[in-house]
């Protein structure tokens, strides 16, 4: 019997798509990646308790997919799941207690859920406004960008343990840091989050998502895929400004190529492969580190093939 067969019997009693050898360039904002064994489209929380088990019991590894803006996934696909969250975890409402909280499922779109916010007037998270993860991702990354960040309005998230137990986490416990949380090291699925909000004035705030948008059309290279920013922004330096003083701008490695727009960006210019990008990421991490002395660590994460871990 294939390793598999146990897997593909939950999630289809719980009425989940099951796709085999499902391309993992059709999933990620770099479209790099080959096949994965399988991807499951999780649409609940019993769904996705049940499946944690069954990975757990067969030894599945698994990798839980937000939009797949923020990966890395290897030419030759991954030997685990992938689980895609969506059904239940696409819900978006008001809280019914306190008009300032929306209650957001991990699987909902920051665009979505952003528009959510300006319709109901609710004014803090205009930052996110053109970060293209998904709820879930933003909070696992504590995602931001000029100026804030989630952990600036997310309140307590929601959460499935690797075992399967559910929990929720709130304040300080969310341990958010730059481009961190407590999940990024305690690896639970995040299965919703609520934001706390402030009443604003539409006209303010919609004036915000429009500056914010307008400067990264101006600034990223939209036009191509990619990961957005490879490097996180090291203490004192922006990662971008350091590798363009490198010269390393325009650098091309088979289809990949450093942003001339934005040398903080790797795009995808033509067919890339993901070791195409990894040799990319390596030759700035040497030469920005012989030229200026500073270290860049990946912010993208490169998932490993077998292990569905990030390397
Ligand atoms: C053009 C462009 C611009 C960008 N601009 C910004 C920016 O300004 N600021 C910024 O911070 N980022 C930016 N990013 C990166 C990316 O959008 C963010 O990191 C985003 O938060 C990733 O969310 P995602 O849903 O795509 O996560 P994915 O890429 O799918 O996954 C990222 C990580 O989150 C984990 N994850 C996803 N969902 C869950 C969940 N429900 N529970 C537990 N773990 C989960 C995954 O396992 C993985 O480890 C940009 C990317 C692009 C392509």
């Known amino acids: 019997m294939n390793r598999y067969h146990q897997l593909d019997e939950t999630a289809r009693s719980f009425g989940c798509a099951v796709l085999q050898e499902e391309p993992m360039r059709?999933?990620?904002?770099?479209?790099?990646?080959?096949?994965?064994?399988?991807?499951?489209?999780?649409g609940g929380s019993a769904a996705l308790t049940g499946i944690l088990r069954i990975c757990?019991?067969?030894?599945?590894?698994?990798?839980?997919?937000?939009?797949?803006?923020?990966?890395?996934?290897?030419?030759?696909?991954?030997?685990?799941?992938?689980l895609h969250l969506s059904g239940q975890f696409e819900e978006l409402r008001l809280s019914p207690d306190d008009p300032e909280v929306i209650?957001?499922?991990?699987?909902?779109?920051?665009?979505?859920?952003?528009?959510f916010a300006q319709a109901n007037v609710l004014s803090g998270l205009e930052f996110a406004w053109g970060i293209p993860g998904s709820?879930?991702?933003a909070a696992?990354?504590?995602?931001?960008?000029?100026g804030g960040e989630m952990k600036d309005v997310v309140q307590s998230c929601r959460h499935i343990t690797r075992e399967g137990r559910p929990g929720i986490l709130q304040g300080e416990?969310?341990?958010?840091?730059?481009?961190?949380?407590?999940?990024t090291k305690n690896g639970a699925v995040i299965t919703g989050i609520t934001l706390r909000l402030?009443?604003?004035?539409?006209?303010?705030?919609q004036e915000k998502m429009d500056d914010f948008m307008q400067r990264r059309k101006n600034k990223q290279p939209l036009e191509y895929p990619s990961a957005g920013s490879v490097f996180k922004r090291p203490e004192g330096y922006y990662a971008g400004g350091l590798i363009q003083q490198c010269g390393l701008k325009g650098k091309r490695i088979g289809g990949a190529r450093v942003s001339e727009k934005h040398a903080g960006f790797i795009i995808n210019e033509k067919d890339a492969a993901?070791?195409?990008?990894?040799?990319?990421?390596?030759?700035?991490?040497?030469?920005?580190?012989?030229?200026?002395?500073?270290?860049?660590?990946?912010?993208?994460?490169?998932?490993?093939?077998?292990?569905?871990?990030?390397?």
């Open 26 to 42: 059709n999933h990620t904002s770099f479209k790099i990646g080959g096949p994965a064994d399988r991807f499951l489209e999780v």
């Open 103 to 115: 209650e957001c499922g991990c699987g909902v779109s920051l665009a979505r859920l952003c528009k």
């Open 135 to 137: 709820a879930g991702g």
């Open 198 to 205: 402030k009443k604003g004035l539409s006209g303010e705030i």
């Open 56 to 82: 757990r019991e067969e030894r599945i590894p698994f990798l839980i997919l937000g939009k797949g803006s923020n990966l890395l996934v290897p030419d030759e696909g991954l030997r685990g799941a992938v």
């Open 140 to 146: 696992y990354m504590n995602a931001g960008a000029y």
């Open 274 to 311: 993901c070791t195409d990008v990894l040799a990319l990421i390596a030759f700035i991490q040497e030469t920005v580190k012989r030229e200026t002395g500073v270290s860049l660590e990946c912010e993208v994460k490169a998932v490993d093939a077998n292990t569905l871990q990030f390397c």
């Open 173 to 183: 416990a969310l341990a958010f840091s730059y481009r961190k949380s407590a999940y």
